[in-house]
């Protein structure tokens, strides 16, 4: 009989929860450069996808870069502000390079279901991570919570959005046993019933990005985590964090 192993417990319970304790103090594993070349392997072997040419630099999060040719095609992440985000364990990393690959299987497809289409497309991408999590198994809760944290902009849906659609891919599945060419097939069956039916979340954020283009940036707030109240609970969590380092 197997042994009851209370932490494996806990971490099974919290696998699909995106808040910030979970995301950043708890079930973190050290990913190496070789895992994300294994991790960048292992996804385009199941979209049967040529493998992108890997690079370590990037200056946003993760992007994929695409040729003209077919096949062409190079994924660039920061290892960093991954990690600074929540992405810092194999199951968050893994969908963060599922999406980034959604990309390529997605760059030729033409949606046209909302204004832009570069929105529809990155939505595209967080429904394959959310289909794939499930048909593999994987823990969801750092992926959202890192996608969650980022507003809308020219390029991106927001956040929130993001994070549902995502559970939308893993709710649709529901343990399937499916390959990569059937699963692409459901997020182009998917992504029309879901943008119409958020379309007036959709167009509010569009405006309101378009807004916030005309008005002048506001200045970041930045906030010492001393200063805080000691009710506070990411003030505790961050410093009973900080003990447990230093002991």
Same mark, same amino acid.
């Given at each position: 009989?197997?042994?009851?192993?209370?932490?494996?417990? @806990?971490?099974?319970?919290?696998?699909?929860?995106?808040?910030?304790?979970?995301?950043?103090?708890?079930?973190?594993?050290?990913?190496?450069?070789?895992?994300?070349?294994?991790?960048?392997?292992?996804?385009?072997?199941?979209?049967?996808?040529?493998?992108?040419?890997? #690079?370590?630099?990037?200056?946003?999060?993760?992007?994929?870069?695409?040729?003209?040719?077919?096949?062409?095609?190079?994924?660039?992440?920061?290892?960093?502000?991954?990690?600074?985000?929540?992405?810092?364990?194999?199951?968050?990393?893994?969908?963060?390079?599922?999406?980034?690959?959604?990309?390529?299987?997605?760059?030729?497809?033409?949606?046209?279901?909302?204004?832009?289409?570069?929105?529809?497309?990155?939505?595209?991408?967080?429904?394959?991570?959310?289909?794939?999590?499930?048909?593999?198994?994987?823990?969801?809760?750092?992926?959202?919570?890192? !996608?969650?944290?980022?507003?809308?902009?020219?390029?991106?849906?927001?956040?929130?959005?993001?994070?549902?659609?995502?559970?939308?891919?893993?709710?649709?599945?529901?343990?399937? @046993?499916?390959?990569?060419?059937?699963?692409?097939?459901?997020?182009?069956?998917?992504?029309?019933?879901?943008?119409?039916?958020?379309?007036?979340? !959709?167009?509010?954020?569009?405006?309101?990005? !378009?807004?916030?283009?005309?008005?002048?940036?506001?200045?970041?707030?930045?906030? #010492?985590?001393?200063?805080?109240?000691?009710?506070?609970?990411?003030?505790?969590?961050?410093?009973?964090?900080?003990?447990?380092?230093?002991?």
């Amino acid at each position: 009989m197997t042994r009851y192993n209370h932490q494996e417990w @806990m971490k099974y319970t919290r696998r699909h929860e995106a808040n910030v304790f979970n995301a950043i103090f708890y079930d973190k594993e050290e990913v190496t450069e070789d895992d994300i070349r294994c991790i960048i392997a292992d996804v385009a072997t199941f979209f049967d996808l040529p493998k992108p040419e890997i #690079n370590g630099k990037c200056e946003s999060f993760a992007e994929v870069l695409l040729g003209d040719k077919n096949g062409e095609c190079e994924l660039s992440y920061n290892l960093e502000m991954l990690r600074k985000v929540g992405i810092n364990n194999k199951d968050a990393f893994t969908l963060c390079f599922v999406h980034e690959m959604a990309h390529q299987i997605f760059y030729m497809h033409q949606f046209m279901l909302f204004c832009s289409e570069r929105w529809v497309q990155e939505l595209a991408a967080d429904l394959t991570a959310g289909l794939y999590a499930e048909r593999h198994h994987l823990a969801t809760g750092k992926f959202k919570y890192a !996608l969650s944290r980022q507003r809308y902009s020219i390029t991106h849906p927001d956040g929130e959005l993001r994070k549902e659609i995502v559970e939308c891919g893993r709710h649709y599945l529901e343990q399937q @046993m499916v390959n990569g060419i059937k699963m692409t097939n459901m997020v182009l069956q998917i992504m029309p019933s879901f943008v119409f039916t958020h379309k007036k979340e !959709l167009k509010q954020d569009w405006y309101k990005m !378009l807004d916030d283009l005309k008005a002048p940036p506001h200045e970041p707030k930045h906030y #010492n985590i001393e200063d805080l109240p000691d009710s506070n609970l990411i003030k505790q969590a961050v410093l009973k964090y900080k003990q447990s380092k230093a002991q």
